[in-house]
C-alpha cells in the first residue's frame, strides 16, 4: 500500500514540475530571471530522485512564489 502512496506522490510531483515548467516558459520577465527559475526547477527535479517529500514540499513554495509574483534577480 505504501508504494501506491509513492507512486501518486510521484505522478502529482511529475504533473506539477510539468506545469511549472509552463508556467515560467509563458511568464514576461527578462531572460535571466526565467534562465534563475528553470535552474530552480532542475534543482527541484534531482531533488525528487533523492527525496520525493523534500521535492513535493520545494515545489509547493516554488508554485507559491510564482502566484504571489516572487521571481529572483535576474542573472548577470
Do not use: C, N, W
Not at 502529482?12 to 511549472?20: I, N, R, S
Not at 530522485?49 to 504571489?68: G, P, T, V, Y
Amino acid at each position: 500500500m505504501e508504494h501506491d502512496g509513492q507512486l501518486k506522490l510521484y505522478a502529482a510531483v511529475a504533473d506539477q514540475l510539468k506545469e511549472a515548467h509552463t508556467r515560467v516558459r509563458s511568464l514576461q520577465v527578462p531572460e535571466g530571471v526565467r534562465m534563475a527559475l528553470t535552474r530552480k526547477l532542475l534543482v527541484i527535479t534531482a531533488a525528487a530522485k533523492h527525496d520525493l517529500a523534500d521535492a513535493a514540499r520545494r515545489l509547493e513554495r516554488f508554485r507559491s512564489d510564482l502566484d504571489e509574483g516572487r521571481f529572483p534577480e535576474e542573472e548577470r
